[in-house]
């Protein structure tokens, strides 16, 4: 099990930027494929993007591809995603999660951080 931590959300005016982060600790994160997941109000949760171990392969919905940028540093056992030209509907409540490799099933999650964009 890998605890994750988020942070760097927050406030910003539509087409602004933020980084988010999640730092994980308890197990080796460079074997712990990661990904980020969103929640708006009253919706389901749903995938942002995917980074593999290594950070060699990268998924991303397609709402945020070529505006969203997922990348890992296995030194600092920590995951970013850059969120560029945001808009409104990019406003959620943001999870970082865990996988070990090989398994599919996303089982280790953070607490979330919000991200609101106002219009």
């Known amino acids: 099990q890998v605890q994750l931590v988020e942070s760097g959300g927050g406030l910003v005016q539509t087409g602004g930027s933020l980084r988010l982060s999640c730092a994980a600790s308890?197990?080796?994160?460079?074997?712990?494929?990661m990904g980020w997941f969103r929640q708006a109000p009253g919706k389901e949760r749903e995938f942002v993007s995917f980074?593999?171990?290594?950070?060699?392969?990268?998924v991303y919905a397609d709402s945020v591809k070529g505006r969203f940028t997922i990348s890992r540093d296995n030194a600092k056992n920590t995951v970013y995603l850059q969120m560029n030209s945001l808009k409104p509907e990019d406003t959620a409540v943001y999870y970082c999660?865990?996988?070990?490799?090989?398994?599919?099933?996303?089982?280790?999650w953070g607490q979330g951080t919000q991200v609101t964009v106002s219009s």
């Open positions: 999660a865990g996988r070990e490799v090989p398994s599919t099933v996303w089982a280790d």
């Open positions: 308890g197990r080796t994160f460079s074997s712990y494929a």
């Open positions: 980074i593999n171990y290594s950070g060699g392969s990268t």
